[in-house]
């Protein structure tokens, strides 16, 4: 286990024992549990090119957040089995390049949660005491009692956007320590954040302008990404402090940095950067080296227990997976087994996309919520006579949730899609549907969501023909579509002249429309002044490209346009 040169193909063959590469520090007590089965070479600070022309003889590789384990290394990786995360975050490692090469991605979702919550929490008392300038300065020989008068935390309200593992672990220290908290996470539960004496709001704007502290504690995805940016700074108290323990991404640094700069809010406390170690002239380095913010590199999980504990998970699956056994949490586990593959696989990826689209078109361009919500899967036809729907289960957690976490969703599978429904305040009710519903389609899935009391009913209904598969139903519209790739749905009046106006805005911005496709209402609702809403349609449109704010902007000044957003799916 000691640090070596590098690797010899022949020792490694002769000892014919599959072999680890560490090139990150990793804490021993769980390397310990694999040196005596396999050998173990620890090579700190290799470069790119390094690691690619040493990876070939490695059945494994554990890393931290350090490491770039991208296709190419994956590519060069000939007897890689398995890759493991000592921690939470997987964006460093291509998880769609190990897949494709049947590797294994395994990590540790909670070994370090502990440690991250308890370092926002410092960062949040230095920030409001102002520990970092004052230690600085006085090791500079100052004494300068009366520039660094802080502010208490008790009785002030702390604004959490994302009431994940850390979130709510923060959330408990932070009640603990007098202080009122909100948090804004549209797929929390409402009954665990009130359990925990947090209260849930549903946007940015209802949330940024009440805090004195903003923490956040998302996975950095598209939604994330720059979620905190000028419009959004301008909108907080001249005097509030905020939080990175997550990844840097999720504040806009530019934006930051002016924000400091010119008063709009008081000061940071960022232990995660765009680049790490920040690059010369980023504004990462700009933002680290502030004198209004307190700058960690990158600290949140580095404590001995969270090492320990992500060592002892990561190792023991590690030993596993090599000896033919199975990972605890694989971020990229089949969701259904090779026996059931053929009769369930279309209907595997339809409640997937159905879950997606769910999410997509029901939350994230509406502002609604999934936590606390129930879900009924009702299958008919001949799938109903399938007892065995674990996986469809599985997969609609997974398509919920594959635009809320780093890993796409990737890392529900069979085994945890239970837990971590559970966790977000999810229920989902299967029902096999023997009865005779008529129903067009050999089988069809209806997806059916509504809140505790259950109002504001959502549907999602979908088939399959052959291989592929279809939505037929998408709220009060029937439809007729292949869920794939990126789209844009409009809700508008079925009026004539409505597909000029969006073709032109289309056109000008060079967006190719790989179908249109129109669903007419068939729904017995009212509109909200009582009129029937039997001239209302959804336009779905298939692009070529993801569509950006500007053009959906564009889209939703369209004549006759009620509503518009864009999905993946
Ligand atoms: N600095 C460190 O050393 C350190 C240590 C541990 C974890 N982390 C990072 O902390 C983050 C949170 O980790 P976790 O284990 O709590 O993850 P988690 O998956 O348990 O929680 C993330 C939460 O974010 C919510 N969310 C997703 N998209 C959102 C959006 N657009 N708006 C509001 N909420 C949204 C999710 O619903 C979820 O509740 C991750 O990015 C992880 O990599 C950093
Ligand atoms: O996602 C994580 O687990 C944290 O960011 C920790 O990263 P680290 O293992 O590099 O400290």
């Not at 301008?234 to 990175?244: D, G, H, Q």
Request: glycine share 8%; aromatic share 4%.
């Amino acid at each position: 286990m000691a640090p070596s040169a590098l690797p010899d193909d022949a020792t490694h063959a002769e000892a014919n024992k599959p072999c680890i590469l560490v090139p990150e520090k990793v804490s021993p007590d769980g390397l310990k549990m694999l040196s005596s089965l396999y050998t173990v070479d620890i090579k700190m600070g290799l470069s790119a090119e390094e690691l690619i022309k040493i990876i070939p003889s490695y059945h494994g590789l554990i890393v931290r957040s350090e490491t770039k384990v991208t296709a190419e290394v994956l590519n060069a990786a000939k007897k890689m089995r398995v890759v493991a995360r000592a921690g939470v975050g997987v964006d460093n490692i291509d998880v769609n390049a190990a897949t494709q090469q049947g590797i294994i991605v395994v990590n540790s979702p909670a070994g370090n949660i502990v440690a991250a919550a308890e370092h926002t929490i410092a960062l949040l008392l230095s920030t409001a005491r102002n520990v970092g300038r004052a230690d600085t300065t006085m090791k500079e020989g100052l004494w300068e009692r009366s520039k660094l008068v802080g502010v208490e935390v008790g009785s002030k309200t702390l604004g959490i956007i994302g009431l994940g593992k850390v979130g709510l672990k923060v959330a408990r220290m932070a009640v603990g320590l007098g202080m009122k908290v909100q948090a804004m996470d549209p797929y929390a539960s409402a009954d665990i954040a009130a359990k925990h004496s947090v209260e849930l709001v549903s946007t940015l704007e209802d949330l940024l302008p009440a805090v004195d502290f903003l923490t956040i504690h998302t996975p950095l995805i598209a939604s994330t990404l720059d979620m905190i940016g000028e419009k959004q700074l301008c909108m907080m108290k001249k005097t509030a402090r905020v939080l990175n323990v997550a990844r840097g991404g999720v504040y806009n640094e530019e934006a930051l940095i002016r924000a400091l700069d010119e008063g709009w809010i008081a000061g940071a406390g960022m232990d995660v950067f765009t680049s790490e170690p920040p690059k010369e002239n980023s504004s990462a380095l700009r933002l680290s080296k502030h004198p209004r913010v307190v700058a960690t590199p990158h600290l949140g999980a580095s404590t001995k227990e969270a090492q320990e504990n992500v060592s002892l998970d990561v190792c023991a699956q590690m030993r596993e997976i090599l000896r033919g056994g199975l990972p605890t949490a694989a971020v990229n586990a089949p969701l259904i087994l090779p026996e059931e593959y053929k009769k369930l696989q279309p209907f595997v990826k339809l409640v997937e996309k159905m879950g997606s689209l769910y999410t997509q078109h029901f939350v994230g361009s509406k502002g609604g919520m999934i936590g606390g919500r129930t879900f009924d899967l009702i299958y008919s036809g001949e799938l109903a006579n399938i007892s065995n729907t674990r996986p469809l289960f599985a997969a609609l957690v997974k398509g919920l949730m594959s635009t809320i976490s780093d890993s796409k969703g990737r890392d529900v599978n069979i085994v945890n899609a239970t837990l971590l429904a559970k966790e977000k305040g999810i229920a989902i009710n299967e029902t096999h549907l023997h009865e005779a519903k008529e129903i067009v389609y050999n089988s069809l899935v209806t997806l059916k969501s509504y809140d505790g009391a259950h109002r504001s009913e959502q549907v999602i209904e979908g088939y399959v023909s052959g291989k592929s598969f279809y939505i037929s139903r998408l709220d009060q519209f029937a439809s007729n579509f292949h869920p794939d790739g990126p789209m844009i749905i409009l809700h508008n009046y079925d009026e004539p002249g409505k597909i000029g106006g969006v073709g032109m805005v289309l056109g000008t911005h060079k967006i190719n429309i790989r179908f249109m496709h129109v669903a007419s209402y068939d729904g017995e609702d009212l509109g909200p002044e009582g009129e029937k809403r039997g001239n209302e349609a959804l336009m779905i449109l298939g692009v070529d490209v993801d569509v950006d704010k500007v053009v959906l902007c564009e889209l939703s000044k369209c004549d006759g346009v009620l509503n518009v957003n864009a999905v993946r799916l």
